[in-house]
């Protein structure tokens, strides 16, 4: 699996836009784009994947850039108990559905009030 | 919203004993996995569980750990004789078997050796 870079800690002010950036700048195409979160020693708690187009749910949006070499997730009214850190991780699309995830360290995201 | 459960949710025991983690999957997963997290470091792939066999392991996943799926429910994580480095947060995550599927991760068992 492609690897990924992410900075090691960012802050935001709670009701503001957190914009975390991801650098997968080896990803091939068939590997999709996965933002995973930890709160406080929590189990990682999915947030949201794309392969190539910019995705939105309830929690956050991807946006993939069109050369797939960065992407960002963005928190669009980031809240203290959004205070985590958040993983990028990409991992190939084949075969079946058993696959592991590689954690690299991630970004602590920090809301202050 | 279905989820994966773990238990104990602290597990203290002496340097040699056996310890059993247990996990409950999400009831129609069909995928299962370990993963630990030493304090302070990455979260870290210890085994893949498909169909009663284990499907990949990682290099930590020595012949002191064992996997098993006793009954259609739990999923239990064995160390045979537990070491100091083997305390950690052990996480169990499942998924239903579609391509683009998400694994869903339990709250984790804190293991301390003493």
């Known amino acids: 699996d492609a690897k990924t870079t992410q900075p090691p800690s960012m802050d935001c002010a709670e009701g503001r836009a957190a914009n975390l950036p991801c650098n997968h700048s080896t990803i091939s195409g068939n590997e999709y784009v996965y933002w995973y979160r930890q709160i406080h020693s929590q189990g990682p708690q999915y947030i949201i994947h794309g392969l190539k187009n910019n995705e939105t749910n309830e929690m956050a949006s991807l946006i993939i850039t069109e050369d797939r070499k960065s992407s960002t997730l963005i928190l669009p009214h980031a809240t203290l108990r959004d205070t985590a850190v958040y993983y990028c991780?990409?991992?190939?699309?084949?075969?079946?559905?058993?696959?592991?995830?590689?954690f690299g360290k991630g970004t602590l995201l920090t809301v202050n009030p | 919203e279905p989820e994966v459960t773990q238990t104990p949710s602290h597990q203290v025991t002496q340097m040699g004993q056996e310890v059993i983690l247990r996990c409950v999957p999400i009831?129609?997963?069909?995928?299962f996995y370990w993963y630990r997290q030493i304090l302070g470091q990455k979260v870290e792939f210890l085994v893949s569980f498909y169909n009663n066999e284990i499907s990949e392991k990682s290099e930590i996943f020595d012949d002191q750990f064992s996997v098993e799926r006793p009954d259609g429910s739990n999923f239990t994580l064995k160390i045979r004789s537990t070491k100091l480095e083997d305390s950690a947060m052990y996480f169990c995550?499942?998924?239903?078997?579609?391509?683009?599927?998400?694994?869903?991760f339990g709250p984790g068992t804190r293991l301390t050796v003493l």
């Open positions: 009831s129609n997963h069909l995928y």
């Open positions: 995550a499942s998924i239903s078997g579609g391509v683009t599927d998400t694994q869903y």
């Open positions: 991780i990409v991992r190939v699309m084949s075969g079946g559905s058993n696959y592991k995830l590689t």
